[in-house]
């Protein structure tokens, strides 16, 4: 029975001693940080930034470009198309195509142009995670427009 008692109150003499430092621990790591410029930034980065009705009609009608645009331009023009849906989706836009006109190259061309002139247009004042897409989606129109 002695021996009992005597490891119960070896094994709350050890609890005991190791409580403190456990609580020590616990204040040190949820001690709140000091706030960095850093931080700033990244919150600055993640407001959402409203987009109007004129900026979705740019959006809209550069996807609408690309997508009656005729040529594969080396599989360029689709990965575009792709980011701007991507930036549509951060945004809350669906962007769906019907009717693939064939034109000729030159109109085609033309109409890439003109969609990576929206898409710069549009890219000004937006979010981070919309901006993203949209480059990306100019850097594959520009791609595409270089393949011959």
């Known amino acids: 029975m002695k021996s009992r008692t005597m490891a119960k109150f070896a094994t709350v003499a050890v609890m005991a001693a190791i409580l403190p430092l456990g609580i020590s621990n616990a204040r040190a790591v949820s001690a709140p940080a000091t706030p960095v410029a850093s931080d700033a930034v990244v919150q600055q980065e993640l407001q959402r930034v409203e987009w109007k009705e004129e900026k979705r009609e740019k959006l809209r009608h550069a996807y609408w470009l690309l997508e009656h645009a005729d040529g594969d331009y ?30 000729d190259q030159v109109k085609s061309d033309e109409r890439l142009r003109r969609a990576r002139t929206l898409l710069h247009e549009v890219a000004e004042d937006s979010g981070p995670k919309e901006v993203e897409h949209i480059r990306k989606a100019v850097v594959e129109i520009d791609r595409s427009l270089d393949v011959k």
């Open 74 to 103: 080396a599989g360029h023009r689709v990965l575009a198309m792709e980011h701007i849906k991507k930036a549509g989706e951060v945004i809350g836009m669906e962007l769906h195509g019907k009717d693939y006109a064939h034109t």
